[in-house]
């Protein structure tokens, strides 16, 4: 069974950086197309990047420039650097696969960005 686990959020000033990892576990993970999403307080968890397999990148228009997704499948992790964060970026951040799948969610990273 595959398991994403996220980390290295936290409580960031506006214009500061971030990098989130998300750690899978089993060999779906190479094979795969992964994303970032963010649920943001009292909205709907939304996608943020893209990687491919190979890696063929995408974001959302509101990201663009600030952010980055990389992978590296010989950790099965992939990354997102966050950078120039703005308070509106607040929010509980996930990988799951892309598209997503219902099964992989994990618990989400907190990330808190102060004005």
């Known amino acids: 069974q595959v398991q994403l686990v996220e980390s290295g959020g936290g409580l960031v000033q506006a214009g500061g950086s971030l990098r989130l990892s998300c750690a899978a576990s089993?060999?779906?993970?190479?094979?795969?197309?992964m994303g970032w999403y963010r649920q943001a307080p009292g909205k709907q968890r939304e996608f943020i990047a893209r990687?491919?397999?190979?890696?063929?990148?995408g974001y959302v228009d509101s990201v663009k420039g600030r952010f980055t997704i990389s992978r590296d499948n010989a950790k099965n992790t992939v990354y997102l650097q966050m950078n120039s964060l703005k308070p509106e970026d607040t929010g509980v951040y996930y990988c799951?696969?892309?598209?997503?799948?219902?099964?992989?969610w994990g618990l989400g990273t907190q990330v808190t960005v102060s004005s």
């Open positions: 990687i491919g397999s190979p890696e063929n990148t």
């Open positions: 799951n696969l892309w598209p997503v799948s219902e099964a992989y």
């Open positions: 089993g060999s779906i993970f190479r094979i795969k197309a």
